[in-house]
């Protein structure tokens, strides 16, 4: 089989892996979020914790509960990155630098995993698995929380209530998170994925030189770090790195485990709603664009437009040979178009457009499957534009799963929109505009332009990949993309809340005549449309003078 | 509690959460994992060692330099590809170059020019240049062409800078060759190419690479670094390219090594998971075993 073949094979039995824990995963995700029993697991954490868990929030509280965890989330990462000296497993290493830790803190509590610092130097193993990894669960448990209260809000009617913040984020680790970890893990170690605890040794290498074999708890972290979409690597060279991803099997597996949970979650969506079609109207808008993309992202990077590409004769720069270029290009993309960030190739060295798709993904708003949560609430934003946006058009009062989107929801629903973009284009202005922000960039002229923009794309919608060539690892660049990070996660929870809130107050308007059906191909056609026609109007400008002036010239 | 105001409550039990949370995900869960990793998977959970005569040498998924110490390759070893991971393979600074695909214009070194540390000036090679001269050097060493598109005969980058950028050209500079070198071409649209003067800015004029006739013989890995730094595998393509070097230093039929590099190569998972890599640690290992 020659390699576009095997790619093809690959891409589709993902596909068909994905389709196939649809039903059963997404299922089980709304019994978890549904269910009125506790496990006795559970019981004795809500008790240490101090919460009623049968007590339900209105979205105020929620969102406060939701803050208050993630602020003391932060506060206790980066204590131990700059307390790690004092405690136990660091390795011998230093203290992380304040700037540093503070960037890293902010970005693993939102889930982005942006790294400024280079993991097998910097972080000893006890700060690795017992803040960055813990963060690793609860982020992603947060960002399902959040996707699950939202769709309460369309589901539950007259209503105060959109569930129970520490219920929601328990049960999302506990019950859905660990399990498929625990076995993931254990999958990857038998794969080759270290698990140790040991110091760098030394070894004699054959030809008389000396290396030094690093360890670590690599496949708890590597496991729940694709299947949380979180993208941290426990090495600088992330999942390119052996002792991350050994093998093209090992590689397969980490690609579904990224893929997994997004792609489940819409089917829990229908469940909760009680419309199944709903759920596989939002599959199909979120399969549609993740497959065009998929398939571009190969494309552009086997047919090899560039200089260095087409004097090497393939864009194998940055790609280990493992993997090859397709397995890396459906890497790059599944890892964009979720919130995920783990990279098993390098962006900075792909083709021009190849490294433009990774960042078109993000630019979406990464929906497409997005984020575990985040890219199921940030469909349903765009879908609740999109009805808007029709009824405009036909002059029928918007309506989605029988609430009217009024005044109220769609100025949430546009403040929502609006946040990525304007961290991405505004941080990018002020990054051209002063020497500190220029100073990053790795390459000159056009790809250089690309470094920066891709970074401000990265953090402010949380997901942490990076053209790895651009040295962020300042006090400027920490502390810009750290304010991108937080306000990129924080601010759309809050309007996201906002809208579960006042969705869930409403009483239902009964279907009519005149009510937009949301589940025919017609509705998934127009979802697409808006989607990249909002994200083209956005971001072309910025596009063209990065990897379009590139690509082009 | 109940007494408290609702922000201070949220507040005490996102503490307490955080506290129960990690010694149930960041204690429990990774010793767990630990523990049965190491008894189950003892060999792949400590980093699949390979071992020579009873002593590590090194990992079976790590990829290692098989140079001496100048840097030269060891003529009696297959050679891993180029890496970006600090001088070559190093797992503390695990790393890839980064470079970009329209990185073609080095910058010359200025003779008797200082860095601020007080080191002469080095320049510094732009990503193609890096290709040709890897391309060119394999070439040699393996007695076959290490000809290129896109690269001068020198191994190095053929790209003009075209004054002015739009219309006409009045001038144009073969960049990547510093004078007082011969442009790899003499004439471009009608204007006389001159070399390349370190410490002059170009930077005005349109970069024109120029492709030339050449196919390459050298496969890509061979000339390009991998994303880990680490990466322990080459193409069969290339392991093919060494054989006869290696039959011919090690007194082997050259047959033996191809039949070696087959022993070696993994092929696709299930035939259709990655691509197909030869292991060169494991290769020279059984290499060195033949001869022993």
């Not at chain 2, 093919?240 to 011919?248: W, Y």
Request: one cysteine or more; hydrophobic letters at 45%.
């Amino acid at each position: 089989m020659g390699a576009t073949a095997a790619g093809v094979v690959f891409i589709a039995s993902l596909i068909l892996a994905l389709g196939l824990t649809y039903r059963p995963l997404g299922d089980y995700m709304y019994r978890v979020y549904s269910s009125r029993r506790h496990t006795a697991l559970e019981r004795g954490i809500y008790r240490l914790i101090g919460v009623r868990p049968d007590s339900e929030q209105r979205w105020a509280v929620y969102a406060r509960a939701l803050l208050a965890f993630s602020v003391i989330s932060i506060l206790v990462v980066y204590g131990m990155q700059r307390l790690q000296d004092k405690l136990f497993l660091s390795l011998g290493m230093p203290p992380v630098t304040g700037h540093i830790a503070w960037n890293t803190a902010i970005s693993f509590v939102t889930n982005t995993n942006w790294q400024a610092y280079s993991g097998e130097s910097t972080m000893g193993h006890l700060v690795q698995m017992a803040a960055l990894a813990v963060q690793n669960f609860v982020s992603a448990a947060v960002g399902m929380a959040v996707a699950v209260a939202l769709v309460r809000g369309f589901a539950r009617s007259r209503t105060d209530e959109i569930g129970n913040f520490w219920v929601d984020l328990v049960r999302g680790t506990v019950r859905i998170l660990l399990p498929i970890a625990v076995v993931g893990a254990l999958v990857l170690v038998a794969g080759g994925i270290v698990q140790n605890f040991a110091s760098p040794h030394e070894v004699t290498t054959l030809t008389g030189g000396t290396q030094a074999i690093t360890g670590g708890p690599v496949a708890s972290q590597e496991v729940i770090k694709e299947l949380g979409n979180n993208g941290g690597g426990f090495y600088n060279t992330n999942s390119a790195h052996p002792f991350e991803n050994a093998t093209g099997w090992t590689n397969w597996v980490e690609i579904f485990l990224i893929l997994l949970i997004p792609f489940a979650l819409p089917r829990t969506f229908g469940r909760l709603v009680g419309q199944n079609r709903q759920g596989y109207a939002i599959l199909a808008v979120m399969g549609t664009l993740a497959l065009a993309s998929v398939v571009l992202t190969n494309v552009f990077e086997l047919s090899g437009h560039a200089t260095v590409v087409q004097a090497v004769g393939s864009a194998m720069e940055g790609k280990d040979v493992r993997f090859g270029v397709p397995d890396s290009a459906t890497f790059a993309a599944a890892t964009t178009l979720t919130s995920t960030g783990a990279v098993n190739s390098f962006h900075d060295s792909f083709t021009p457009f190849g490294g433009m798709m990774t960042m078109f993904n993000m630019m979406l708003g990464e929906v497409a499957p997005g984020g575990a949560g985040a890219g199921l609430y940030g469909m349903l934003v765009l879908a609740v534009i999109t009805v808007f946006v029709a009824g405009l058009m036909v002059g029928r009062t918007p309506e989605y799963l029988g609430k009217k989107i009024g005044s109220r929801e769609i100025k949430l629903a546009s403040m929502y929109f609006l946040t990525t973009p304007t961290l991405v284009l505004v941080g990018m202005a002020v990054a051209m505009g002063n020497q500190a922000g220029l100073a990053a960039m790795l390459n000159s002229g056009a790809h250089g332009f690309s470094e920066i923009l891709y970074a401000f794309t990265s953090a402010s919608n949380n997901n942490g990949s990076a053209f790895g060539g651009v040295t962020v690892n300042t006090p400027w660049y920490d502390v810009a993309l750290g304010l991108c990070m937080a306000f990129g996660r924080f601010l759309p929870i809050v309007f996201v809340l906002a809208l579960a809130g006042s969705l869930a107050r409403q009483a239902p308007v009964p279907e009519s005549a005149g009510t937009l059906p949301t589940h025919r191909p017609q509705f998934v056609g127009m979802v697409v449309g808006v989607t990249i026609i909002v994200v083209a109007l956005t971001f072309l400008p910025a596009l063209a003078l990065g990897p379009l002036a590139e690509g082009l010239s | 509690m109940e007494r408290l105001p609702s922000w201070l409550r949220q507040h005490i039990a996102a503490i307490r959460a955080i506290v129960v949370l990690t010694l149930l995900l960041g204690g429990v869960y990774p010793l767990v994992i630990t523990g049965v990793a190491q008894a189950v998977f003892h060999a792949e959970a400590n980093g699949s060692a390979v071992q020579k005569d009873g002593k590590d040498v090194g990992s079976a998924l790590v990829g290692q330099l098989f140079t001496d110490k100048s840097g030269n390759p060891v003529a009696g070893y297959f050679q891993s590809r180029p890496s970006a991971a600090g001088a070559g393979y190093d797992m503390l600074s695990t790393a890839a170059s980064n470079l970009g695909p329209e990185d073609v214009v080095d910058v010359l070194p200025v003779p008797g020019a200082k860095d601020d540390e007080g080191n002469p000036d080095t320049g510094r090679q732009s990503l193609l240049t890096q290709v040709c001269a890897r391309s060119k050097a394999i070439g040699e060493l393996e007695g076959v062409s290490g000809a290129r598109p896109y690269c001068t005969a020198d191994g190095i980058g053929a790209v003009l800078k075209v004054f002015p950028a739009v219309g006409t050209p009045t001038r144009a500079v073969s960049v990547n060759q510093a004078c007082p070198a011969t442009p790899f071409v003499a004439v471009y649209e009608g204007v006389k190419v001159e070399c390349g003067k370190p410490g002059e800015d170009y930077s005005a004029g349109r970069t024109v690479p120029v492709r030339g006739g050449a196919t390459a013989v050298v496969p890509p890995d061979a000339v390009t670094a991998s994303g880990s730094g680490l990466d322990p595998d080459i193409s069969v393509a290339y392991a093919d390219l060494q054989a006869p070097r290696i039959a011919r230093e090690r007194h082997l039929p050259l047959g033996t090594v191809r039949t070696l590099i087959r022993e070696h190569t993994t092929g696709r998972a299930l035939g259709f998971m990655g691509e197909p890599a030869v292991n060169v640690l494991e290769l020279n290992l059984a290499l060195d075993g033949k001869r022993g």
